[in-house]
């Protein structure tokens, strides 16, 4: 559904070339800062030219729609011609067609982007610059369990066990929370800011209150090609040399994080069958580097061949077994029963769209939502297999929440 607030302006878009580019984080907003960086190229917002808001289980083919509509009318003048100039939008969904959260998407006033070397400045219906904002109060803030506890949360993965070896579902992904109450005067750019340096190869990401830093490509498209990656099975890493070895090799050989990562690949090939060709993908997953764990990764790589935009893509893709499970309907279920929570929109597609409906979208993972009222709410989640054991994921998921509490606790 779309909400009543949508409506389709004619806007006026120009990109050109800058020389140099201050920190983007400089002339964000500090209490909703708008950002989607990875490996220092990526972009930020400034201001809302537009505001695109949709719910239900139709939300992001509706936005889909939208977003060609609202395309379709802006005169669009584009001087550098990369990914991201131009007329874009930062958007971020619902996890669940039930979920009361919206969705969005956000066409900044102002964008500062920089990539491949190339930095650029957009302005949207001639809107200026505003000046740098000093830097306010560090977010300190202690997150503490939420509506599922540590205990509570081992309680629902042996529940969850039980349904696997019923045969009620293969993998089901189960998150847990924490809360915390940001201080009025703390400044969201920090957050951010730490999130970018001490995560440089994940998605750092600010869209709408929704704060994280993600390793996991749910999907990108550019000029007809369609890549992504994905991550299922996770480890801690060693404490040196020798033990972060054992454990990336523990990893790879694992029959249960196998399986886990099998699911979601089949998952993601299967859904993304029907709009690209020539899908290829490594035999064996890899294993992928992060400061506080190890993943089990894969990366797709494909040809679009029905001329599908990012936002379609991400319609047809999430959720993916990576965060709900398999089979996918029964999985959700599950997760409905067992989570006593909305997830809002963690573990929903998060990233950006242009104009041509080329795109670059991560799955929502390691973040926090934070309200206006100055809430915060903080998800980790682990797959649950046949294999799994309770006290083991509810050890996962506390090293999951480790990037969002580290950042918000400077």
């Avoid at 083919?61 to 939208?66: L, V």
């Avoid at 993943?295 to 047809?316: E, M, Q, Y």
Wanted: contains cysteine; negative net charge; aromatic residues 6%.
């Amino acid at each position: 559904m779309v909400l009543p607030s949508l409506h389709v302006p004619a806007l006026s878009v120009r990109t050109t070339q800058i020389d140099h580019i201050s920190p983007l984080l400089d002339v964000v907003d500090p209490r909703s800062p708008l950002i989607f960086v990875r490996g220092g190229a990526g972009m930020a917002g400034i201001g809302e030219a537009l505001r695109l808001e949709f719910t239900g289980p139709d939300r992001m083919r509706d936005a889909a729609d939208a977003w060609r509509a609202v395309a379709s009318r802006a005169s669009v003048v584009d001087e550098v011609g990369v990914p991201g100039t131009g007329l874009m939008a930062f958007g971020s969904f619902a996890f669940d067609d039930e979920s009361a959260d919206t969705s969005v998407l956000i066409v900044p006033s102002i964008v500062l982007g920089r990539r491949d070397g190339v930095a650029w400045i957009t302005r949207v219906d001639g809107a200026e610059l505003p000046p740098a904002s000093p830097v306010g109060a560090s977010a300190k803030l202690r997150l503490v369990d939420g509506e599922l506890s540590g205990p509570g949360y081992g309680a629902a993965v042996a529940q969850a066990v039980q349904a696997i070896r019923h045969g009620e579902v293969s993998k089901v992904v189960l998150a847990r929370d924490l809360v915390g109450r940001l201080p009025a005067e703390a400044d969201l750019r920090l957050v951010a800011a730490t999130l970018l340096t001490a995560y440089p190869d994940c998605y750092a990401f600010a869209v709408d209150g929704l704060v994280g830093a993600s390793p996991e490509t749910l999907v990108r498209t550019e000029r007809g090609e369609v890549s992504a990656r994905v991550l299922a099975g996770s480890s801690a890493r060693g404490v040196d040399a020798v033990t972060d070895e054992q454990a990336a090799h523990a990893l790879a050989t694992s029959t249960k994080d196998l399986d886990e990562h099998a699911f979601a690949l089949r998952s993601l090939l299967l859904s993304l069958g029907p709009h690209a060709d020539d899908v290829v993908t490594g035999e064996q997953p890899f294993t992928l580097k992060l400061p506080n764990l190890w993943h089990l990764a894969s990366d797709v790589r494909g040809r679009l061949t029905d001329g599908s935009s990012s936002l379609d893509l991400i319609a047809a893709l999430h959720p993916t077994a990576a965060v709900a499970g398999t089979p996918t309907p029964r999985a959700l279920e599950l997760i409905r029963r067992l989570e006593p929570f909305d997830r809002g929109r963690y573990a929903g597609p998060v990233g950006w769209v242009g104009a041509d409906g080329d795109g670059e979208w991560a799955i929502a993972l390691r973040c926090a939502q934070v309200h206006a009222d100055g809430t915060v709410r903080a998800f980790a989640g682990a797959g649950v297999v046949a294999e799994s054991v309770p006290e083991r994921e509810v050890a996962e998921t506390t090293m999951k929440f480790q990037p969002v509490v580290g950042a918000f606790s400077l």
